[in-house]
């Protein structure tokens, strides 16, 4: 009886998950046709969609118990977290 109610919220807690990532991005691509639109840039809504996807990406890793694709998963999020500030700092003009 406990593991159908564990079972349950585990379902639950990753539909919202599923939902909140799915409409937050739905939000940001039509940011991102907006900015076209205006002819703005879009780099740093790219930045934040991505981010969106890496933190999905290392809560799905996470959850599979596997430490060693949970360390790979963690170094490339690192990875692509300082290409992503280095594009946004060259796009503004930074370096």
Same mark, same amino acid.
């Given at each position: &009886?406990?593991?159908?109610?564990?079972?349950? %919220?585990?379902? !639950?807690?990753? %539909?919202?998950?599923?939902?909140?990532?799915?409409?937050?991005?739905?939000?940001?691509?039509?940011? =991102?046709? +907006? $900015? !076209?639109? @205006?002819?703005?840039?879009?780099?740093? +809504? =790219?930045? !934040?969609?991505? !981010?969106?996807? +890496?933190?999905?990406?290392?809560? $799905?890793?996470?959850? &599979? %118990?596997?430490?060693?694709?949970?360390? @790979?998963?963690?170094? &490339?999020?690192?990875?692509?977290?300082?290409? +992503?500030?280095?594009?946004?700092?060259?796009?503004?003009?930074?370096?």
């Amino acid at each position: &009886m406990i593991f159908n109610k564990n079972n349950e %919220n585990t379902i !639950i807690e990753h %539909n919202a998950f599923k939902l909140g990532y799915i409409v937050s991005n739905i939000i940001i691509i039509a940011f =991102m046709f +907006l $900015r !076209i639109y @205006f002819d703005e840039p879009i780099g740093e +809504l =790219m930045t !934040i969609t991505l !981010i969106n996807t +890496l933190v999905v990406s290392l809560y $799905r890793v996470y959850h &599979m %118990n596997s430490k060693l694709t949970f360390v @790979f998963a963690l170094v &490339m999020a690192f990875i692509t977290l300082g290409l +992503l500030v280095a594009t946004l700092l060259s796009q503004y003009g930074v370096y």
